[in-house]
């Protein structure tokens, strides 16, 4: 791996054989071969070590050693299209299932390949339910991201008011309410909860509505968490347009907000069809939709569903170590402590002089947002400041992090759930003295590294 020249060899290939719209992290410097994982560490082919604040996919560590024995056992003894019974895919429902409340736990679960596909389907299994009428609306909350399929870009208005679409490519169906924004948005404080839900019953009052869309906590619009009682305004007041609740917890589920298995339960709600993906295989493609009995029962009367890979016995043999994993290791009980110690560091860092920047730092377990502004007041983003000390941070420290938000000024953390207190200090120290070497640094003269 160490083999000199394989990095532009690699950059090389890439481009030759790539399109350009398939993103690498930190394409424009340096982008990185990662050869190695364990834990919270990512190895690249310099054998520079790195902590990885933003890998929500290897949720129990990278190359966990029990997902990779249960893997390569049954990859050694069979791996099939999904045509026939198999324990490893009736014992992860089972186990999956048994991780929701009532009604979903006794629902029915599908088995999917990706996020994307779970929210693809969601939206069948929302119009079988709603039987297909013509005139159904589906609401969804702006910045929203539900996948790359299609059907689930037209649900996600942080890709389809894209430029290049000219006018957006906003399907006709699909609604987009205001995000539940409560530091950068219009409403705050303790009437934001049905202020923003104001906007989902309006649109509700407009005509039918088959389904809602909302992520338990959105990633790409910069770690939003809605205010408290928000989820429960919407959910009745779609449920009266004749629609159903889907939550999408692809990146909030399976423990990632500590002491809830999923995001929604921190709203006090259960939704009629939630979607998950990213954790569940530990980098496996397994992924799945879970909604209530009903809803599959109306499904059923339409075609055979068939996904050929969905939840073969290779991925659900991950599946499967990573709940034994998550329980064993008390991973989520590890999210909670950890995420907690790193918001208050995080927040004690903010009341420093270097922390200045610091404008807010938001979120629940290890899923976290700090977000960067050159004013307290008007909020102005510090975009430039945040890609700045994200590439210092890559560079100088070796801790992996992104960027998200709708001004590119939020630095997301989702780390593997076995995140230790130790990596939080590291990330700390980092922060803090790339912060303060930050105040000495005319940016106007600097080209910094966009990740
Ligand atoms: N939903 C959300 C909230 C996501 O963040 C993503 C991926 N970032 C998806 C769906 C799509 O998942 P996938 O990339 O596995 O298709």
Redesign the pocket.
Known sequence: WGAPGLKARLIEQRRRHFCAAQSVSYANVDPLVMVRGYGARLVDEAGRVFVDTRNNVCHVGHAHPRVAAAVAEQVATLNTNTRYLHMNVCELARRLLATFPKPLSDGVVFFVN??????DLALRLARAKAGHRPDGKVLVVEHA????THA?IGLSPYKYKHASFGGGAKPPYVEACAAPDVYRGPHRGPTAAAAYAADVEAHCARGAVDAFFI?SGM??AGVILPPQGYLRLCYAAVRAAGGVCVA?E??TGLGRFGKWWWGFEQQGVVPDIV?M??PMGNGMPL?AVVCTREIGDAFAQGPEYFNTFGGNPVCAAAGLAVLDVIEREKLRENATQVGDYLMQRLRCLSSTPQGELIGSVRGCGLFIGVEFVKDGVTLEPASLETSYLCSKLKDAHLILTSIDGPHNNVLVIKPPLCFSKRDCDTLIDALSAELLALRAVNLSTVTHTPT
């Open positions: 990706s996020g994307s596909e779970a929210n991201y539900h996948g790359h689930a992520e990633s790409v999408d692809v990146q979607t993906g990213k992924a």
